[in-house]
């Protein structure tokens, strides 16, 4: 491929990744310490809350939603680019994704594993999950179909098992490269195990190719399936500000922004941490900057749409909402919004920020910030100016616990996506 070297052998390459399974620069263990206690304070905090009750969370009328559920939303989001982009290039023969996508496709199992656990703590009382989902039971009760929060269940159950599948496909061959480098231990039990009798027969190779291509094909329309019903959830409601047809399309380009700012960041940790300069080179960065650049003008763009539609209708309260937004509370996050979704990605217009690592790593957490914020704009404003006067509450702000639970999110992604890396190879190493 263009983008790495034609001279680096197939045994130098299955080397070099094998190595990194072994020996992770030292700032590997530094991360996974920080995540786990990231997690130790989430775990705190759901302790609490379940042994206090929902209250400690001010999770009441009328911000019955608050982080929870925007932070639900922005992991969705999030795992949408992985796959997604990762099917797509597939399909498109676009070779300089070969290094990249194992470890976006991993993104985007973990991102839903943790969107998961949001449901399950907003619900209060986790062992009553299993109302979401749809089965018969003895007692003649079935979940409303007709409810949008079912049929996110269903889209994302849907997706994870999708994108397991997919994921651990495209690794056969790498499992069966691991298992035969291997000394005894547990690691060679796993990969024998898990590369399920992989030889690289004629054969094997002709059915993967058609597995992996007929996945990739399927997932496509899942991946931006799965968003739009996740915007169903806002768009069928009466709220103000909510009741928008081009919501779908909003939130599929905003899914599509998050997690390619996602990737950056998680590239240039890969890169240094585990010593991947030969494989994740500067000339794939620069291509995964300019998506994510051209990816950014586009959400801008809805974003400018959605305004405009507000502002130039006859909908007197989302006028109001929009206007609440701008000048109101959350003035300084929704002003925060726009300068990190709109104006810091103006830097990655610059072909000398495109390989620059310190400044796009800045950039890229900056951009998820903004991302999240916009999913807190979408949430938190509607509720606290409703339709209805006397449901106006501008002054209950998220507490202690819900930013806790937000904080340990991140580390329980952090904690998933470094150990699957220092387990699995995160470099494609048949394809590279």
């Known amino acids: 491929m263009k983008d790495i070297n034609e001279d680096i052998a197939w045994a ?48 009441n009328n009328p911000h ?46 973990f991102s ?18 299993y109302y979401s989902l749809p089965y018969p039971n003895d007692r003649g009760l079935w979940p409303n179909f007709q409810s949008p929060l079912l049929w996110d269940a269903m889209a994302i159950f ?51 190719r058609i597995t992996y291509l007929t996945i990739a094909c399927f997932l496509i329309p899942l991946a931006v399936s ?9 768009a069928m409601s009466q709220q103000p500000g909510w009741h928008v047809t081009s919501f779908p399309p909003y939130f599929v380009a905003g899914a599509l922004y998050s997690g390619c700012a996602a990737i950056i960041t998680l590239f240039i940790i890969l890169r240094y941490t585990f010593k991947f300069e030969e494989y994740m080179t500067l000339s794939i960065l620069k291509k995964t900057v300019r998506l994510t650049f051209a990816i950014a003008m586009i959400w801008t763009y809805l974003n400018a749409i959605e305004f405009a ?20 509370p959350y003035a300084p996050f929704w002003w925060g919004m726009i ?37 807190w704009m979408i949430v938190a404003p509607t509720f606290s100016h409703g339709y209805y006067p006397w449901t106006w509450d501008h002054d209950q702000w998220p507490s202690l616990v819900q930013w806790g639970m937000v904080f340990g999110s991140f580390g329980w992604f952090t904690l998933l996506f470094m150990v699957f890396c220092k387990v699995f190879p995160s470099v494609c190493m048949y394809e590279v």
């Open 226 to 234: 799965v968003h739009s019903i996740v915007a169903s959830d806002f």
């Open 112 to 129: 839903l594993m943790t969107a998961g656990l949001f449901v399950m703590v907003h619900l209060g009382r986790l062992w009553q999950f």
């Open 12 to 59: 130098k390459i299955n080397k070099d990744v094998l190595k990194s399974l072994e020996s992770p620069r030292k700032l590997y263990w530094v991360i996974l310490a920080v995540a786990i206690a990231m997690i130790s304070v989430a775990v705190g905090c759901e302790v609490y809350q379940y042994n206090m009750g929902m209250g400690v969370s001010n999770l």
């Open 339 to 375: 300068f990190c979704g709109s104006v810091v990605p103006l830097i990655l217009a610059f072909k000398r920020f495109q390989t620059n690592i310190p400044v796009l790593l800045v950039t890229s957490l900056l951009l998820n910030l903004g991302m999240w914020l916009e999913r």
């Open 309 to 328: 539609s507000v502002w130039y209708g006859h909908d007197i309260p989302s006028k109001e909402v929009l206007i609440q937004k701008a000048t109101g």
């Open 158 to 208: 849907t997706y994870l098992s999708s994108s397991i599948l997919f994921l651990f496909v495209g690794m056969i061959p790498d499992l069966a490269i691991c298992r035969d480098n291997m000394h005894d231990g547990w690691r060679k039990k796993l990969y024998t195990v898990l590369s399920l009798g992989w030889e690289g027969t004629d054969r094997q190779w002709r059915n993967f």
């Open 64 to 109: 019955v939603w608050g982080l929870y559920i925007a932070t639900f939303i922005f992991w969705i989001g999030m795992s949408h680019s992985g796959t997604l982009l990762s099917a797509i290039m597939h399909l498109m023969h676009a070779d300089w994704r070969k290094p990249i996508y194992r470890f976006a496709e991993a993104m985007t199992t």
